[in-house]
């Protein structure tokens, strides 16, 4: 009904920055919140950031000032721009989106992930 696509995950160097996309596609009528996670080796699912329909964003507290969240309402896209990434931030990067599809029900959905690794 509903697929999420992301991109953009790879191996960068410490300081250095990746951008990551998930775009979503289907039988969709609106999406309301959309946002991404990470799961490390041997760790749970982390909240990276989420952001509304509506533009607000909310981010955990160590991606403060170094990640940003954006969306492309019409594109369906949210974005996760990583600047000054550590060796810490390796992980799979999942996303989600609460969606709405066109039989107006409503549930979360997940992105297969993309690896971020930072290492020198």
């Known amino acids: 009904q509903v697929q999420l696509v992301e991109s953009g995950g790879g191996l960068v160097q410490p300081g250095g920055s990746l951008r990551l996309s998930c775009a979503a596609s289907?039988?969709?009528?609106?999406?309301?919140?959309m946002g991404w996670y990470r799961q490390a080796p041997g760790k749970q699912r982390e909240l990276v950031a989420v952001?509304?329909?509506?533009?607000?964003?909310n981010y955990a507290d160590s991606m403060k000032g170094r990640f940003t969240i954006s969306r492309d309402n019409a594109k369906n896209t949210v974005y996760l721009q990583m600047n000054s990434l550590k060796p810490e931030d390796t992980a799979v990067y999942y996303c989600?989106?609460?969606?709405?599809?066109?039989?107006?029900?409503?549930?979360?959905?997940w992105g297969q992930g993309t690896q971020v690794t930072v290492s020198s």
């Open positions: 989600n989106a609460d969606v709405v599809i066109v039989t107006m029900f409503r549930s979360d959905y």
């Open positions: 289907g039988s969709i009528f609106v999406i309301k919140t």
């Open positions: 952001i509304t329909s509506g533009g607000s964003t």
